[in-house]
Protein backbone atom coordinates (compact mmCIF):
# COMPACT_ATOMS: atom_id res chain seq x y z
CA UNK A 1 0.00 0.00 0.00
CA UNK A 2 1.08 3.44 -0.57
CA UNK A 3 1.33 5.69 2.05
CA UNK A 4 -1.45 8.09 2.97
CA UNK A 5 -1.06 11.35 3.74
CA UNK A 6 -2.43 12.57 7.33
CA UNK A 7 -2.36 15.41 9.62
CA UNK A 8 -1.22 15.00 12.87
CA UNK A 9 -5.19 15.31 14.23
CA UNK A 10 -6.11 12.45 11.36
CA UNK A 11 -3.70 10.20 12.71
CA UNK A 12 -4.81 10.69 16.32
CA UNK A 13 -8.04 10.24 15.04
CA UNK A 14 -7.61 6.89 13.26
CA UNK A 15 -5.59 5.90 16.37
CA UNK A 16 -8.57 6.28 18.88
CA UNK A 17 -10.83 4.83 16.50
CA UNK A 18 -8.83 1.54 16.37
CA UNK A 19 -8.21 1.76 20.19
CA UNK A 20 -11.87 1.75 20.80
CA UNK A 21 -12.59 -0.72 18.11
CA UNK A 22 -10.18 -3.07 19.55
CA UNK A 23 -11.09 -2.73 23.21
CA UNK A 24 -14.79 -2.26 23.17
CA UNK A 25 -16.43 -3.02 20.28
CA UNK A 26 -14.99 -6.36 19.79
CA UNK A 27 -15.88 -7.42 23.33
CA UNK A 28 -19.31 -5.94 22.42
CA UNK A 29 -20.04 -7.98 19.08
CA UNK A 30 -18.56 -11.07 21.01
CA UNK A 31 -21.23 -10.84 23.73
CA UNK A 32 -23.84 -10.08 21.26
CA UNK A 33 -22.45 -13.42 19.73
CA UNK A 34 -22.43 -15.21 22.97
CA UNK A 35 -25.74 -14.28 23.60
CA UNK A 36 -27.43 -15.26 19.93
CA UNK A 37 -25.76 -18.84 20.53
CA UNK A 38 -27.44 -19.04 23.45
CA UNK A 39 -31.06 -17.92 22.04
CA UNK A 40 -30.63 -21.78 20.49
CA UNK A 41 -31.28 -22.45 16.73
CA UNK A 42 -28.06 -20.36 14.40
CA UNK A 43 -29.89 -21.08 11.43
CA UNK A 44 -32.64 -19.15 11.62
CA UNK A 45 -31.57 -16.38 14.19
CA UNK A 46 -31.54 -13.09 12.90
CA UNK A 47 -29.47 -11.47 15.69
CA UNK A 48 -26.55 -14.50 15.35
CA UNK A 49 -26.62 -13.21 11.75
CA UNK A 50 -26.62 -9.49 12.36
CA UNK A 51 -23.77 -10.54 15.50
CA UNK A 52 -22.03 -11.65 13.10
CA UNK A 53 -22.22 -8.99 10.28
CA UNK A 54 -20.99 -6.95 12.46
CA UNK A 55 -17.98 -8.64 13.93
CA UNK A 56 -16.83 -8.99 10.15
CA UNK A 57 -17.38 -5.45 9.65
CA UNK A 58 -15.25 -4.59 12.75
CA UNK A 59 -12.30 -6.75 12.08
CA UNK A 60 -11.82 -5.29 8.69
CA UNK A 61 -12.17 -1.81 10.08
CA UNK A 62 -9.54 -3.15 12.47
CA UNK A 63 -7.10 -4.09 9.69
CA UNK A 64 -7.57 -1.06 7.29
CA UNK A 65 -6.93 1.27 9.90
CA UNK A 66 -3.70 -0.85 10.86
CA UNK A 67 -2.71 -0.56 7.60
CA UNK A 68 -3.19 3.23 7.26
CA UNK A 69 -1.36 4.10 10.16
CA UNK A 70 1.17 1.66 9.27
CA UNK A 71 1.93 3.58 6.28
CA UNK A 72 0.67 6.69 7.45
CA UNK A 73 3.04 9.88 6.40
CA UNK A 74 2.34 12.44 8.69
CA UNK A 75 2.01 15.75 7.15
CA UNK A 76 4.07 18.37 9.58
CA UNK A 77 3.09 21.69 9.88
CA UNK A 78 6.54 23.50 8.54
CA UNK A 79 6.07 21.02 5.81
CA UNK A 80 3.11 23.89 5.05
CA UNK A 81 4.46 27.25 5.65
CA UNK A 82 4.92 28.77 2.25
CA UNK A 83 3.32 30.55 -0.04
CA UNK A 84 3.18 26.86 -2.32
CA UNK A 85 0.32 24.92 -2.25
CA UNK A 86 1.34 21.36 -0.93
CA UNK A 87 -0.33 18.60 1.38
CA UNK A 88 -1.39 20.20 4.30
CA UNK A 89 -1.77 23.84 3.08
CA UNK A 90 -4.65 25.93 3.46
CA UNK A 91 -5.69 28.06 0.95
CA UNK A 92 -8.24 30.65 -0.14
CA UNK A 93 -8.84 30.62 -4.07
CA UNK A 94 -11.94 32.00 -5.73
CA UNK A 95 -13.26 30.49 -8.80
CA UNK A 96 -13.82 33.98 -11.58
CA UNK A 97 -16.19 36.26 -10.20
CA UNK A 98 -17.82 34.12 -6.63
CA UNK A 99 -16.99 34.46 -2.88
CA UNK A 100 -13.32 33.35 -2.20
CA UNK A 101 -13.26 29.72 -0.28
CA UNK A 102 -11.01 28.49 1.76
CA UNK A 103 -9.78 24.60 2.15
CA UNK A 104 -7.23 22.62 3.20
CA UNK A 105 -5.36 20.03 1.28
CA UNK A 106 -5.11 16.66 2.78
CA UNK A 107 -5.11 13.26 2.37
CA UNK A 108 -7.81 11.76 0.88
CA UNK A 109 -8.88 9.53 3.64
CA UNK A 110 -9.56 12.57 5.15
CA UNK A 111 -11.51 14.56 2.76
CA UNK A 112 -14.67 16.01 3.79
CA UNK A 113 -16.01 18.85 1.61
CA UNK A 114 -18.40 19.33 3.90
CA UNK A 115 -16.10 20.55 6.40
CA UNK A 116 -13.48 22.29 3.37
CA UNK A 117 -11.13 19.64 3.71
CA UNK A 118 -10.16 18.53 0.23
CA UNK A 119 -8.06 15.68 -1.13
CA UNK A 120 -4.54 16.25 -3.04
CA UNK A 121 -6.04 13.52 -5.15
CA UNK A 122 -9.20 15.22 -6.36
CA UNK A 123 -9.68 17.74 -9.66
CA UNK A 124 -9.30 20.74 -7.40
CA UNK A 125 -6.60 19.67 -5.36
CA UNK A 126 -3.96 18.34 -8.06
CA UNK A 127 -4.35 21.91 -9.80
CA UNK A 128 -3.42 23.59 -7.26
CA UNK A 129 -0.48 21.46 -5.68
CA UNK A 130 3.00 23.67 -6.41
CA UNK A 131 1.29 26.75 -7.69
CA UNK A 132 1.66 30.21 -5.59
CA UNK A 133 -0.32 32.61 -3.91
CA UNK A 134 -1.57 34.79 -6.53
CA UNK A 135 -1.24 32.26 -9.44
CA UNK A 136 -4.05 31.25 -11.80
CA UNK A 137 -4.66 28.11 -12.23
CA UNK A 138 -6.64 25.89 -15.00
CA UNK A 139 -9.14 22.70 -13.13
CA UNK A 140 -10.49 20.57 -15.48
CA UNK A 141 -12.91 18.76 -13.26
CA UNK A 142 -15.92 15.98 -14.71
CA UNK A 143 -18.05 19.19 -14.86
CA UNK A 144 -16.33 20.91 -17.07
CA UNK A 145 -12.89 22.92 -16.72
CA UNK A 146 -12.83 26.53 -14.42
CA UNK A 147 -9.85 28.54 -13.63
CA UNK A 148 -9.23 29.23 -9.74
CA UNK A 149 -7.55 32.48 -8.77
CA UNK A 150 -4.85 31.59 -5.22
CA UNK A 151 -5.54 33.60 -2.93
CA UNK A 152 -3.66 33.15 0.22
CA UNK A 153 -1.61 29.98 1.06
CA UNK A 154 -0.81 28.96 4.66
Request: charged share 35%; with cysteine; net charge negative.
Amino acid sequence: MASSYLTREGYEKAEKELETLRLQKRKEVAERLQDAMEDGELIENAEYEAAKNEQAFVEGRIKELELLLANAHIIQEEETESDTVTVGSTVTIRVEDDAPETYKIVGPVEANPRENRISHESPIGKALLNHKTGDKVKVVAPGGEFTVEILKCV
